[in-house]
């Protein structure tokens, strides 16, 4: 009996419940064949006459009936043991809908944490600079009170002003940082779509500070359930066509595409651009950022023909949206070039550049770093094409610059890359240090030169694009 106990003991619960049901089956059977047996012998005992029905007949029925009731019992008892399976099923699948909340909430409260964390320390960095600005503004009141630096004062108002313009947060990175990945970048496209009439949540750019930084790290496993969580509790309470789920769509869409993985960063970048062109209208700021990101991502694909007119649109937005001489259009205007030129469209391509160094020189200074940046990408163009000449005087003035104040920096070998873009569309990267900016000169400007001279020509022509 002990050893048939401990092998019970060892089966599983489908195992038990599977018996369980053979047991019911068995026992229904039986009982089908002892209601047989019953009657039959009732019909024996009537079809007699009363003297000659015998006791054993009714011996028979009566241990018929117990054992009839006994088969009742035990099916009774299966049938409350099945309940209970399934009642302990039921309980089961709560406990692990239970746990999952609960890990959810852990991630959650690691979260807030270290969004606090990082508010403290920005807070401190504030104070000091508030402290800062305060020691400034009283040597300025003394220089101001003997009148000697007169003119110098509009000039650090100006710097201030344009220190308090990048203070607007934009929601994703763009190009000046090195990994695909990053922190968010300052930029007027936050600004543009606010005026649009739709202003970005602030837990979302909470929560994309954090999904950036997971990423940074290479912690896919977190970002991209942290995202997918978030983006089903935004449909469960605003619905799928609410802005704030494009929002989240670009975040996750930004994820995909720092793991390669574009046909999925693609597909939600459609469905965002899609809910935002029905929620806020076709002419939207957020709508000209969500077609730039996926003119990018379709560019990095090779995919350039279907990139272009998406890039267009955006530009057409943006043109009218922000103005024609805006930076963030001169960024755009950067990404057709390219995509233009990888189609060797060259002609284009220079009058893309061209308007881009203007509104960059015009709006921004000559000693910006987007200046240097739209130069060498167009010296590349015109390496393309064969025009040493002009790509000379190119390299020459941004090697002018360079020497006398340092700035950003173009990624290597005179390569044109992306313009920077807003919802996560970081582009082509690039390095922020002077060094490899005048390396990446100096190496472009050593190949024109070789060229000029004639030293290892290979080709008479100009190369295909791409």
Request: proline share 3%.
């Amino acid at each position: 009996m002990s050893c048939m106990h401990c092998n019970v003991s060892m089966l599983s619960a489908e195992e038990i419940l599977c018996s369980t049901q053979q047991v019911i089956a068995g026992l229904e059977a039986l009982r089908g064949e002892n209601r047989s047996l019953l009657e039959s012998l009732q019909e024996a005992v009537e079809s007699r006459p009363a003297p000659e029905s015998g006791s054993v007949e009714q011996e028979k029925s009566s241990i018929i009936r117990q054992s009839l009731e006994r088969i009742e019992l035990g099916l009774s008892e299966a049938q409350v043991m099945m309940a209970l399976s399934a009642h302990l099923g039921s309980l089961e699948a709560e406990k692990q809908k239970l746990r999952a909340q609960v890990r959810r909430l852990c991630q959650e409260n690691q979260w807030l944490r270290d969004e606090l964390a990082g508010a403290q320390q920005r807070l401190q960095d504030r104070e000091q600079e508030v402290v800062t600005l305060e020691e400034q503004n009283r040597h300025l009141q003394f220089m101001s009170s003997i009148r000697k630096y007169d003119q110098e004062e509009p000039q650090l108002d100006d710097k201030d002003t344009s220190s308090n313009k990048e203070s607007l947060d934009d929601l994703f990175p763009t190009e000046d940082e090195e990994q695909s990945v990053s922190q968010p970048h300052h930029s007027s496209a936050a600004a543009a779509a606010q005026q649009g009439g739709y202003e970005i949540p602030a837990r979302l750019r909470t929560l994309h500070n954090l999904v950036i930084q997971y990423a940074s790290q290479g912690r896919y496993e977190v970002a991209v359930p942290l995202c997918k969580q978030a983006l089903e509790d935004l449909e469960k309470s605003s619905g799928h066509t609410h802005p704030d789920v494009a929002t989240m769509l670009n975040i996750l869409a930004l994820v995909y595409r720092d793991q390669n993985k574009y046909k999925e960063a693609a597909n939600l970048l459609n469905d965002a651009l899609e809910i935002r062109e029905k929620t806020l209208g076709v002419d939207h700021p957020a709508v000209a950022a969500t077609l730039n990101n996926l003119a990018v991502l379709y560019g990095k694909r090779g995919k350039y023909k279907e990139a272009e007119p998406l890039c267009k649109r955006a530009l057409e937005i943006r043109e009218k949206v922000l103005g024609t001489d805006h930076p963030d259009v001169a960024k755009q205007l950067n990404n057709l070039a390219l995509l233009c030129q990888n189609q060797g469209k060259y002609q284009e391509v220079e009058q893309y550049y061209e308007r881009a160094l203007h509104i960059y020189q015009s709006k921004l200074g000559p000693d910006d770093a987007n200046v240097a940046k739209t130069k060498n990408n167009l010296a590349s163009c015109y390496l393309k094409q064969g025009k040493y000449r002009q790509a000379e005087a190119l390299y020459k003035e941004i090697l002018t610059r360079a020497h006398e104040k340092e700035f950003g920096s173009v990624e290597g070998e005179g390569r044109p890359t992306w313009s920077g873009a807003e919802d996560g569309s970081s582009n082509l990267k690039r390095s922020g240090s002077f060094t490899k900016l005048r390396e990446s000169i100096r190496r472009s400007s050593e190949k024109l030169v070789r060229k000029l001279r004639g030293v290892g020509m290979e080709e008479t022509t100009p190369r295909n694009a791409g």
